[in-house]
């Protein structure tokens, strides 16, 4: 689940994308902690999603995906902490 030009967005594992009508704040407020985890200022992540974790500059993560997507998916440098916690409960 992402955000971007003020819409937030969905994406399947089909590699769909939907908007939502909420925002990326409020849709995340109704999400399993258990399973999704927000890894940077626009998206969330579902950890089933996840293939693979890869060092990035400035102490940040690379996530690849099951279903590549064209763009880079960052970690947040400020979120990194978090984020190894959350996969390793």
Known sequence: MFSENKGTYINTTDNRNYLLEHSLKKVGEGLDPKLF?????KAFIHVNAISDIIAYTNSRLEIKLKQPLDEQ?????ERVKGFKEWLNQ
């Open 73 to 77: 998916i960052i970690v947040s440098r």
């Open 37 to 41: 985890h927000r890894i940077n200022r």
